[in-house]
């Protein structure tokens, strides 16, 4: 069986800080994104299919939505209806509207009430997969396929909307949210992307222009989700430095997690050597940390945002701090994923099934928390984080809302610096993982 393993791994020279890069200068934003194809076999469902047994054949653990929803107590009596959740990125995916169908197909799960996909003006992008660049539109089209697959699968009565970049520099990212924002009063936005802050902190001119749209979505009721990194505390330099725009304070940053012990996923001990796991409740994580991958979960003091805001405040921190929230985020012990942008790149003949993991899984997923949320409380709650930070300084709420992340850390394989893991709010998970059920009514409510 061929397998084919990919994944993002920014490994920087410390020199680089030695030569800032213009205030008038571009960057381009990388999707947080692990992923390993599981077979190069077409994805036929039938009635004896069993797509978990794709993941055991190449030696891995792998959830199915039923799974991740039973592991973070999702309610049964919320779906997200009436809620628009906004997936952006770049140069999206051909083939994104059938892989959807095809999952909700795998999975059984409805199709979402619409599924709109906004292009930018002359047309979606027509990018060559030539390449099979995890970083270029190869990792783009699969980290299309995580978001709105994984979003719709948390929140299945929601509106999935798809806001295509025609590139991904922080120009054209900027263009494609300061278009949709004004369309959606009180949507949810997922940002399955950053760039370490460390290459941006003298560039004012995106990181301002991406404030005005924070700004401007703020005002409109939205909530907005970014992903930590999955390059440690450092993002592979020896300074600590946090991954934006995660980092900005009006941007909830969620962190990664695996299974604890690992690798057993969610629920330790579950998951047999064929098969895959079953849905069996909540076992246990620790910050994500795979050595195997190159890559561990982001987390650390914002270069750029050097003012700590109101809602972290009695934390003893320095600056802006991310993560604010974490999620599971390990290969093994990741998701699957139906993909067929170009299937020929791969050696395959159809749709195929990719294992993702990566802080990329976390933010559609929290973003999908959102829309349930907002459900319950009949309107948008937008910003959640004053909500999520009174919630974790409540001794009565905080035990029941999150599971606290106590073990592990988010140093980097090969570099020297990082956190570990601890009691309440950490540098390594935030305040940890959703008990969605019972985080709900206190998000609603904060208590």
């Not at 992923?35 to 190449?58: D, E, G, I, R």
């Not at 169908?101 to 009430?113: C, E, N, V």
């Not at 973003?367 to 319950?376: E, F, G, P, V």
Request: hydrophobic letters at 40%.
């Amino acid at each position: 069986m061929t397998t084919l393993a990919f994944s993002f791994i920014l490994v920087a020279s410390p020199l680089a800080l030695a030569a800032p890069a213009s205030s008038n200068s571009d960057f381009n934003y990388n999707p947080m994104i692990i992923y390993q194809l599981a077979s190069t076999k077409t994805v036929t469902v039938t009635p004896s299919f069993n797509p978990l047994t794709s993941c055991s054949a190449v030696g891995l653990v792998c959830y199915s939505p039923a799974y991740i929803r039973s592991a973070y107590n999702y309610p049964g009596n919320l779906d997200g209806s009436g809620q628009t959740i906004v997936i952006v990125d770049a140069y999206g995916s051909p083939t994104i509207a059938s892989d959807l169908a095809l999952f909700d197909k795998t999975f059984g799960i409805a199709a979402p009430p619409s599924f709109a996909i906004i292009c930018p003006p002359g047309g979606c992008p027509t990018p060559s997969y030539t390449s099979l660049n995890p970083l270029g539109a190869f990792g783009w089209s699969i980290e299309t396929s995580l978001d709105v697959e994984y979003a719709h699968a948390m929140a299945p009565g929601a509106n999935i909307v798809l806001d295509v970049a025609s590139s991904p520099s922080g120009n054209a990212i900027n263009v494609a949210e300061s278009r949709v924002i004004p369309m959606f009063p009180g949507a949810i936005m997922s940002q399955s992307f950053g760039v370490p802050e460390y290459l941006i902190h003298n560039n004012n001119a995106q990181v301002l222009q991406a404030e005005q749209n924070y700004a401007e979505a703020n005002a409109l009721g939205w909530t907005v989700f970014a992903s930590a990194g999955d390059s440690g505390a450092t993002n592979g330099i020896a300074t600590p430095n946090a991954l934006f725009p995660s980092s900005d304070p009006l941007v909830t940053a969620v962190g990664g997690t695996q299974g604890n012990p690992y690798p057993g996923g969610l629920a330790a001990g579950s998951c047999p050597p064929t098969g895959g796991c079953s849905p069996s409740g909540y076992g246990g994580e620790s910050v994500w940390n795979e050595h195997t991958y190159g890559a561990a979960s982001g987390g650390a003091p914002s270069l750029i945002f050097t003012t700590v805001p109101s809602f972290q405040s009695g934390l003893g921190l320095s600056a802006r701090t991310t993560p604010d929230v974490s999620y599971n985020a390990a290969v093994n012990g990741g998701v699957l994923v139906v993909w067929s942008a170009c299937p020929s790149c791969i050696g395959a003949t159809g749709p195929v099934f990719f294992i993702v993991g990566g802080t990329s899984a976390g933010s559609p997923q929290w973003a999908a928390i959102a829309a349930l949320a907002d459900q319950a409380a009949g309107k948008p709650l937008g910003d959640l984080n004053p909500s999520i930070y009174e919630i974790g300084n409540s001794p009565s709420a905080y035990p029941s809302s999150f599971h606290d992340i106590v073990a592990g850390n988010n140093t980097l394989f090969g570099t020297n610096y990082g956190y570990f893991a601890g009691p309440g709010w950490d540098d390594a998970s935030g305040w940890g993982t959703p008990n969605v059920a019972n985080l709900i009514p206190y998000l609603v409510s904060p208590p």
